[in-house]
């Protein structure tokens, strides 16, 4: 056991003026098994390179381990899988690969076959396993979770749970509940860590904000209170100094020590009112620093004439002889909200492809509903390159509500300026997702639309389907979305 210190570290990238991180510390034992949270572009992925010494960095961080850095970067995905192993760790033992792939449930006739045949579900899983070969590393674990399946992700969770030491970035609730004992999240002006899973993080976040929340209200009142408060000594101290060289009403001459007496009393007291004031705007001023902006997003669609949308009956598709998925058979109605469920490779993409109209060689009968209009969100995000403004005008949304549902979704104004490209993965997913609220149609249908996009987000999403109940049909792994949203669930 040793500890990783973290004092008084502050970093923003070259030509940007705004700090990723300010002057933070802490510090944490190489023995935990913690999750990385916090919303897109907060720095998590930052964080990590800086830990392994990537970027200059005023403060300090000292560590006794070094650090080994998921996903690798595989230069020769046509290797066999073996060599891939081989090129991330050269003194591997054979035996306890195998150990670490029979724990993964993959079999060792993969090792020698091109690591570019593998499907991402059995790439990801040959590299962890090729990661925890390494021994006193400290181990950087950034998003794994994304193309692994349901399945696969609990498998993954459940191996890392058996683990200790790393930190692990993954916005998927479930998995994170299962497999760390410490949260690290960071936040609008610090990081912060506590001990639990991601649940227990979140409970005592939401206990701190009700409770900032109320404080801030309290004191705001106090603040006025005061403010009232102190115009009326000072009304009362004006007319004081008025009668300090008169006489009373009576005509008798006034008592000027007795009038300097009453004005030094008001004096106090107004120096009281003045410092319980600046009391309560400093007790203010500490509170709701962390507190995250998560409006609530709306969905308008068209209604559509008739209750069905969309069947398919005994649909199978063919991709070169091979048979991709055979006898799907389901029914979209108005007010659905369906997930699309399966293994990877059973065609999910390729159903949601064919409903969008893509020409898809299959059998079986397929009908949808004539001038059916579509929203698609695909897995893809790579051709998104260019300003938000061009974007909004070339697919003919309007730019002003696409601004504002990105807002929402914790877009700061300067990213609009931004060329996509340089957007993180959770943005650039935000941009599709946001598009797709835009747009005036019968039918949502997004594929795998929660892939990098961070957990605060994915609570809006949740409640804007909730609240709005628009018909969706979706492919999605996170199992708490697809649990707390899903009206059907159409397994292939």
């Known amino acids: 056991m040793s500890m990783i210190k973290v004092t008084n570290l502050t970093f923003a990238y070259d030509g940007s003026y705004d700090n990723i991180f300010e002057d933070v510390s802490f ?85 020698y076959r091109p690591f570019e045949t593998l499907s991402n579900g059995e790439q990801t899983k040959v590299l962890l396993a090729a990661l925890f070969l390494k021994e006193n590393r400290f181990l950087l674990i950034d998003e794994p979770t994304n193309h692994l399946d349901l399945h696969a992700r609990k498998l993954v969770s459940d191996y890392l749970k058996a683990k200790r030491g790393f930190i692990l970035v993954s916005h998927d609730r479930a998995f994170l509940d299962n497999c760390v004992d410490h949260i690290v999240s960071i936040n609008k002006s610090d990081i912060e860590i506590q001990k639990g899973n991601f649940s227990d993080w979140w409970e005592n976040k939401r206990r701190q904000d009700n409770y900032e929340l109320a404080e801030n209200d309290k004191l705001r009142k106090d603040i006025k209170r005061l403010n009232d408060a102190a115009k009326r000594t000072s009304n009362w101290s004006h007319e004081v100094e008025k009668t300090k060289n008169g006489t009373r009403n009576s005509g008798s001459k006034v008592d000027k020590g007795y009038v300097g007496h009453k004005a030094a009393k008001m004096m106090k007291r107004s120096k009281s009112i003045e410092h319980r004031q600046q009391s309560a705007i400093e007790d203010r001023s500490m509170l709701l620093k962390n507190i995250e902006s998560s409006e609530s997003l709306k969905i308008s669609q068209l209604a559509y004439p008739k209750n069905q949308l969309v069947e398919l009956d005994r649909v199978s598709i063919q ?25 990877n490779g059973s065609g999910k993409s390729s159903i949601l492809k064919l409903i969008c109209g893509e020409n898809i060689p299959y059998s079986g009968t397929f009908r949808k509903g004539s001038q059916l209009k579509i929203s698609y969100v695909s897995q893809d995000t790579s051709h998104l390159q260019g300003d938000l403004s061009n974007y909004a005008r070339s697919h003919e949304i309007d730019e002003s509500l696409f ?32 598009k797709s609220l835009c747009e005036n149609v019968h039918l949502h249908i997004w594929d795998e639309p929660l892939n990098f996009i961070d957990v605060i987000s994915r609570m809006q999403i949740e409640e804007l389907l909730l609240a709005h109940s628009p018909t969706i049909l979706f492919v999605e792994h996170d199992s708490e979305f697809c649990k707390n949203i899903a009206t059907k669930i159409v397994k292939l």
């Open 27 to 111: 510090q944490i034992d190489t023995d935990w098994k913690l999750g990385l949270t916090g919303r897109n572009g907060r720095g998590k992925t930052t964080f990590l390179n800086l830990l392994r010494g990537k970027y200059e960095y005023s403060g300090n961080i000292s560590a006794h381990v070094s650090f080994e850095y998921f996903p690798f970067h595989v230069e020769h995905k046509e290797y066999n899988t073996l060599d891939v192993v081989a090129d991330v760790d050269p003194d591997f033992q054979h035996w306890q690969l195998m150990r670490e792939l029979s724990l993964l449930k993959v079999s060792e006739d993969v090792l």
């Open 319 to 343: 991709y070169d002889g091979k048979t991709v998925c055979s006898d799907v058979s389901f029914t979209v109605e108005q007010g659905e909200r369906i997930a699309l469920a399966g293994p």
């Open 403 to 434: 601004k504002a549902i990105l807002r929402k979704l914790d877009f700061s104004r300067v990213q609009f300026e931004k060329d996509m490209a340089s957007f993180s993965g959770g943005q650039k997913k935000k941009v599709l997702i946001a």
